[in-house]
T-cell receptor, first 120, second 112 residues
Framework: DTGVSQDPRHKITKRGQNVTFRCDPI?????LYWYRQTLGQGPEFLTY????????KSRLLSDRFSAERPKGSFSTLEIQRTEQGDSAMYLC??????????????????FGPGTRLTVL | LAKTTQPVSMDSYEGQEVNITCSHN???????ITWYQQFPSQGPRFIIQ???TKVTNEVASLFIPADRKSSTLSLPRVSLSDTAVYYC?????????????FGQGTELSVKP
């Protein structure tokens, strides 16, 4: 399977603990996105990378959240001192966005299966 | 990014054609219209994208009128496996790309 993969698929933790999620994008995709989704709502943007550079970060992302993509391939999302309100599905997506194209192109994002976090 | 409005839910029966209309009155010149499908406990899946007129692929068609203030996703002959949430998104997916802004989507229920 060459799609986006996420690990773990499920995580249960106690309030105050730190958790880290991993996302492996589709090979050679230069963009990687993180979203969060709660029950009954659409996914909510958190942050995204182009290669190893973090280009945008949502204001919703408190300083307890940090994301990295050190070599421009896989990415990790860490949540420190988890709170019950952090319980959600964390989704990763990747895309191939040409940097030097002379023509307009579209940025189709391919999502992984998500990591479901439950904070007790 | 432009805000979209779509029905919260729709019901259909197997074999019928389903049309889901999305309203986006403030769409900008550079904005594309994109639809995603999401099954429970899975990430969204890209269905179709268009800028104007009509786009068709192997799973759906997208109709966009000349003023581009609305669009209609058409699913031909739906089956039970098309039961999912469908999201209409509008944004500059062209030169800049970037984050997707999802609304609540339309929950489609297909009955036998």
């Amino acid at each position: 399977d060459t799609g986006v993969s996420q690990d773990p698929r499920h995580k249960i933790t106690k309030r105050g603990q730190n958790v880290t999620f991993r996302c492996d994008p589709i090979s050679e995709h230069n963009r990687l996105y993180w979203y969060r989704q709660t029950l009954g709502q659409g996914p909510e943007f958190l942050t995204y990378f182009q290669n190893e550079a973090q280009l945008e970060k949502s204001r919703l992302l408190s300083d307890r959240f940090s994301a990295e993509r050190p070599k421009g391939s896989f990415s990790t999302l860490e949540i420190q001192r988890t709170e019950q309100g952090d319980s959600a599905m964390y989704l990763c997506a990747s895309s191939s966005f040409p940097r030097d194209s002379l023509f307009s192109s579209t940025d189709t994002q391919y999502f992984g299966p998500g990591t479901r976090l439950t904070v007790l | 990014l432009a805000k979209t409005t779509q029905p919260v839910s729709m019901d259909s029966y197997e074999g019928q054609e389903v049309n889901i209309t999305c309203s986006h009155n403030n769409i900008a010149t550079n904005d594309y219209i994109t639809w995603y499908q999401q099954f429970p406990s899975q990430g969204p899946r890209f269905i179709i994208q268009g800028y104007k007129t009509k786009v068709t692929n192997e799973v759906a068609s997208l109709f966009i009128p000349a003023d581009r203030k609305s669009s209609t996703l058409s699913l031909p002959r739906v089956s039970l496996s098309d039961t999912a949430v469908y999201y209409c998104l509008v944004g500059d997916m062209g030169n800049q790309g970037g984050k997707l802004i999802f609304g609540q989507g339309t929950e489609l229920s297909v009955k036998p």
